[in-house]
């Protein structure tokens, strides 16, 4: 079955190659579709991730991507504002790595119907 969100995750191996040795715990501020958090619980498979994405697209996409992963993760539909209510229902007293790869996908871009569009009315 195809996806309907298709992101290519940019840079994926500098993103895990920049990731500290002694990485546990894991924050994604801008999850797309799971490309880099994926990589990254690949190369620290013991630990934790913590997820948010304001498109809900984006975040199926990630649940999908990150299935062999579900007892290490915590993805949650949320944006930037919301981290600090966030980070106080998680818990976590600090994070190793933190990932925002801010921006939008040219998924996101190619349908003007999800609204995210700035060249087409949706």
């Known amino acids: 079955m ?12 500098e993103v895990v190659d920049f990731a500290p040795q002694t ?3 894991i924050l994604d501020c801008t999850l797309g579709g799971g490309g880099h ?13 913590y997820g ?12 999908d991507c990150l299935k062999n ?3 290490q ?14 980070f106080a229902n ?3 007293p600090q994070f190793d ?3 925002a790869d801010i921006g939008l996908s040219s998924e996101q871009l190619a349908r003007p119907k999800r609204g995210f569009s700035f060249m087409h009315e949706g």
Do not use: C
């Not at 195809?2 to 191996?13: D, G, P, R, T």
């Not at 958090?37 to 991730?49: D, H, I, V, W």
């Open 2 to 13: 195809k996806m309907e969100f298709e992101h290519i995750s940019v840079l994926a191996e």
């Open 23 to 25: 990485t546990q715990t």
């Open 37 to 49: 958090s994926r990589r990254l619980l690949e190369k620290f498979p013991e630990a934790n991730l």
């Open 52 to 63: 948010i994405d304001r498109d809900a697209k984006a975040l199926n996409a990630t649940s």
């Open 69 to 71: 992963y579900k007892e």
């Open 73 to 86: 993760i915590l993805l949650e539909q949320a944006s930037f504002s919301e981290l600090p209510e966030r």
């Open 90 to 92: 998680w818990g976590v």
């Open 97 to 99: 790595y933190i990932l």
